[in-house]
């Protein structure tokens, strides 16, 4: 005879079977979702986007990072076949691989990273190549006044202004927290924004393409500020 289940005391703590469960239930709910598919900060990036419950963050998820892509799946990259184009209004187009950035002068930006969705990771040290050394490398030229960044996620893009592009705190960076960057993190060669919202920062760097005005990037068609200064950034100097 089969037994009754029993009912749950009301406010009665959730059991960390039920917890996982639903962790589960989440992932797999996003099947069709934006998420990483491998590894796992891939899982805790899928889970992170669907727990209402905040458990994800008991998991060991280092640094307070959360994993964010637009689409499912993107190829990876490595030394074999990672390739930087530079085009558009330039005198002298290039293609970087990842050895050539590594043998350029490389720069630390030390900085809070902000997520407009609440989290944020203080003091996060970046390292790469300043994208002012790769705009002065192929030489901007009129009309220019803009750069838009492509990925070779295939969908995201991100812009800012040449103004913008020159400080010495915007890195087409190679690391983070003084690690070669993670395929999860936009590995292995990302932007990092240091003075704006971390949306800026496009991973999976593919392209820079100098144009003669700002294209509003992906989040920027859906409503972000084009502008994404955070509170205590320097509009017009350096790092803050
Ligand atoms: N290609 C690409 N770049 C991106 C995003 C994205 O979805 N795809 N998300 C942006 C947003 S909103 C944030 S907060 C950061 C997240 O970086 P992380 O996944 O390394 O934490 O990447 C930014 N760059
Ligand atoms: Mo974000």
Redo the contacts with the bound molecule.
Sequence with gaps: MAGQPKPRAEGAPVGRRAVLGMLGAGAAGLAAA?YLQRGWEGLL?AASQVDATGLTGLLPNPGG??????VGSVPRKDETNYALTVGGLVTKPKTYTLSDLRAMPQTRVVHDVV???GWRVDKTPFDGVKLADILDASGVRSPGAAVRFT?F?G??T?SLTLEQARRSDILVALNMQDKPITH???GPV?LYVAPM???K????LSGISVTDKVVPG??EERGYAIDGWLDDADRHGEAA
Excluded at 65 to 70: A, K, T
Excluded at 201 to 204: D, G, L, M, N, V
């Design positions: 934006p990036g990072f959360r994993y964010y892509s637009v997520c407009t969705d990925c996620d969908a995201y991100e999860e993190h936009g990302r919202y971390f949306y920062s496009a991973k999976w992906f989040w």
